[in-house]
């Protein structure tokens, strides 16, 4: 209908024409310009969140945690960060004549860990310490041949007469000393919630690994402690780690009918899972061994949030690392084991935590 039939003036009418013309035309130019501007804040925020995901499947590919020297070398072969070739195992010859103690840098109940060196190499030279422990000895150097991996660390070589093992050296040494390490001035950059939750992921992801290993499921047994448990990771230079201890790693197959039991004496404390406890002790009834119930990998489930507690450390972020890990958390420390997670749902939930903080930064960051 005409603006005429209104009751409109036709002066008024032309001007009125006008006028929409003219509101038209530069909507259509506000539009013609908002249009390319949204397209590329869209086309910047889907390149950015593509980069994310790029850089986080870089990183923590499903099974792996970081590029290991072993990449490219076959079976009971080694090749160190500064090597260009893989080498098959050192044995006793080539130990006895191209290897050289240097410094008693460990000891433990089982060996006593030397650092050493091997043409240039700095290496961990391990020797058994006493022939009462001489089964395990051998248990974890058997696993060490089996396991080879980027969870674990890499063999050098060893020497079944003279009972000597020979490892990668890393010299960070066990997790035991994450604080010192970040306290010093050349790393302090690193010291930061990423660093830490890459940790956390790190030692869930070897959990992972050992429960679904080559041979079989195997359970930490030698971990009654923080501290223990602590001692059996080392620390590589890119901050990363590999498990280094495998002298207790027991064997669990329920369709064999096969359980574990860490040791033969009482555990205590509130580190240990509840059926690692002796459950008549309210009953003042004496340990026995033979009375003590078996249990299963879930034990190793029950300490990942006192272990990744102590990995996060009191960095900024933490808090919010904690609260984000917090029901996953709750399910590891169910008193049932079988109502616990399997470590593949705690890694997927851990990297699933991490990758969503990486972004809320990445975001916050562009808003800045």
Not at 306 to 330: A, C, N, R, S
């Amino acid at each position: 209908m005409a603006p005429c039939s209104l009751g409109v003036p036709p002066s008024t009418a032309v001007l009125m024409a006008e006028m929409q013309g003219t509101v038209g035309q530069r909507s259509r130019t506000t539009v013609a310009y908002i249009v390319p501007v949204v397209g590329i804040c869209a086309a910047a925020f889907l390149l950015t969140n593509i980069f994310i995901y790029l850089y986080l499947d870089s990183v923590y590919q499903p099974g792996l945690q970081q590029v290991s020297p072993l990449v490219g070398c076959v079976p009971q072969h080694f090749k160190m960060p500064t090597m260009k070739d893989c080498t098959a195992w050192l044995q006793c010859l080539q130990i006895n004549a191209e290897v050289h103690e240097l410094k008693l840098i460990d000891q433990g109940a089982v060996k006593k860990v030397y650092l050493a060196e091997w043409r240039g190499q700095k290496v961990a030279l391990s020797r058994l310490s006493s022939l009462n422990y001489l089964e395990d000895f051998l248990h974890g150097l058997s696993m060490l041949q089996a396991l080879q991996s980027p969870q674990v660390v890499q063999l050098v070589g060893f020497c079944l007469e003279e009972h000597i093992i020979l490892t990668e050296h890393h010299p960070f040494g066990s997790l035991l000393n994450l604080d010192d390490v970040l306290e010093k001035k050349h790393y302090q950059q690193h010291n930061n919630w990423e660093m830490r939750l890459r940790l956390a992921i790190d030692y869930v992801t070897i959990l992972h690994y050992l429960h679904n290993s080559p041979v079989g499921r195997r359970v930490m047994c030698d971990s009654n402690s923080l501290e223990k448990t602590l001692s059996q990771f080392l620390l590589t230079n890119d901050f990363h780690l590999v498990v280094n201890d495998l002298d207790a790693l027991p064997e669990v197959d329920m369709s064999r009918n096969l359980s574990v039991k860490c040791g033969h004496r009482e555990l205590t404390g509130d580190f240990v899972a509840p059926e690692q406890l002796w459950p008549f002790r309210n009953n003042r009834k004496p340990f026995s061994d033979n009375l003590m119930p078996e249990y299963d990998e879930k034990t190793d489930i029950w300490k990942i949030p006192d272990v990744t507690w102590f990995l996060m450390g009191k960095v900024p972020g933490g808090d919010l690392v904690h609260f984000h890990l917090f029901q996953i958390h709750e399910k590891c420390k169910k008193k049932d084991p079988t109502d616990r997670p399997s470590a593949f749902d705690v890694l997927k939930v851990y990297k699933s935590v991490y990758s969503s903080m990486v972004r809320d930064s990445a975001g916050f960051r562009d808003m800045l």
